[in-house]
């Protein structure tokens, strides 16, 4: 008599079937997974939270969307912005916001701009600009997160990315005019002073504030890594509220302590990395 295949566990073909549509990098809304599962949003939501408790999945602070925890995951490209700094980053940057009150941003730099790769400004109260969203570019030189990154990455690193601008002069006037006149001070003043401000002719993008004006400061500070300057983290408010001067007083010391425990963890999870990969080719 042929032997039957035992039956399958309906809950977990359901686990499986959403972790297999989860991206590791790209972020699934909710709406997303209901529409290719068909499952009801509350089952959904049990089975994201049970993947999440599990280690296999995580949701954005910023846009609230699911992807694949890492350690689950390919290796991302790298051109792709590491995915374990990402997941190291988010719960710190919301516990240094219910400390604060500002939100802060995890910025990467990737070809010649910083890109967001996470924020808790959704956890703060303080209105998000619709254009902002993971993968978001901002300028460079007149970003406070684009500054901490130019002061403290190393000299070729730094050089490359002026030499790219000097052969690719930038559109905006204000970014034209720091790199010919004023780079070298600012950056000068940035790595004395431990952090970086950001320009008063910045709106938060890439283009002239005439034309995009985000009506907020900022400051920021690297975040260092046995590996270089591998991003950095701001502080946010409201600019009619003129607070850089309180705000650099009250809070530099968690923004800085905020970043070294992000790159000492992130340090820890290469390492771990490694430590599994040769075991693996024992």
Same mark, same amino acid.
């Given at each position: 008599?042929? @032997?039957?295949?035992?039956?399958?566990?309906?809950?977990?073909?359901?686990?499986?079937?959403?972790?297999?549509?989860?991206?590791?990098h790209q972020g699934t809304p909710l709406r997303a997974l209901h529409a290719a599962t068909g499952? $009801?949003? $509350? #089952?959904?939501?049990?089975?994201? %939270? #049970?993947?999440?408790? *599990?280690?296999?999945?995580?949701?954005?602070?910023?846009?609230?969307?699911?992807?694949?925890?890492?350690?689950? /995951?390919?290796?991302? $490209? #790298?051109?792709?912005?590491?995915?374990?700094?990402?997941?190291?980053?988010?719960?710190?940057?919301?516990?240094?916001?219910? @400390?604060?009150?500002?939100?802060?941003?995890?910025?990467?730099?990737?070809?010649? @701009?910083?890109?967001?790769?996470?924020?808790?400004?959704?956890?703060?109260?303080? /209105? #998000?600009?619709?254009?902002? %969203?993971?993968?978001y570019r901002v300028d460079l030189l007149l970003s406070a997160p684009g500054r901490a990154w130019?002061?403290?990455?190393?000299?070729?690193?730094?050089?490359?990315?002026?030499? %790219?601008?000097?052969? %690719?002069?930038?559109?905006?006037?204000?970014?034209?005019?720091?790199?010919?006149?004023?780079?070298?001070?600012?950056?000068? +003043?940035?790595?004395? +002073?431990?952090?970086?401000?950001?320009?008063?002719?910045?709106?938060?993008?890439?283009?002239?504030?005439?034309?995009?004006?985000?009506?907020?400061?900022?400051?920021?500070?690297?975040? $260092?890594?046995?590996?270089?300057?591998?991003?950095?983290?701001?502080?946010?408010?409201?600019?009619?509220?003129?607070?850089?001067a309180k705000v650099v007083e009250a809070h530099l010391a968690e923004l800085l302590a905020t970043?070294?425990?992000? *790159? /000492?963890?992130?340090? /820890?999870?290469?390492?771990?990395?490694?430590?599994?990969?040769?075991? *693996?080719?024992?």
């Open positions: 008599m042929p @032997s039957q295949n035992p039956p399958s566990i309906r809950a977990l073909e359901r686990g499986i079937e959403v972790l297999r549509l989860l991206a590791t499952l $009801p949003k $509350p #089952t959904l939501l049990r089975i994201l %939270h #049970t993947l999440e408790r *599990g280690g296999l999945a995580r949701r954005s602070i910023f846009d609230g969307e699911w992807r694949r925890r890492a350690d689950w /995951a390919a290796p991302a $490209p #790298t051109s792709d912005i590491d995915p374990r700094l990402v997941e190291i980053a988010a719960p710190r940057l919301a516990a240094l916001q219910r @400390s604060v009150l500002w939100p802060s941003d995890l910025l990467v730099h990737r070809d010649h @701009s910083m890109v967001i790769a996470e924020s808790a400004r959704r956890l703060s109260g303080l /209105a #998000t600009n619709p254009r902002y %969203h993971i993968g130019l002061a403290f990455c190393t000299e070729a690193e730094r050089e490359a990315s002026l030499d %790219h601008f000097r052969s %690719h002069p930038p559109a905006n006037p204000r970014s034209a005019a720091v790199l010919r006149h004023e780079i070298g001070e600012i950056l000068a +003043r940035t790595r004395a +002073r431990g952090y970086a401000v950001r320009d008063a002719c910045f709106g938060g993008g890439e283009e002239d504030i005439d034309r995009f004006d985000d009506r907020l400061d900022a400051i920021a500070v690297p975040v $260092p890594s046995s590996a270089g300057v591998q991003a950095a983290i701001n502080l946010v408010w409201p600019r009619r509220y003129e607070l850089r970043a070294a425990a992000i *790159g /000492a963890a992130y340090d /820890a999870a290469r390492r771990d990395a490694v430590l599994r990969d040769a075991a *693996g080719r024992r």
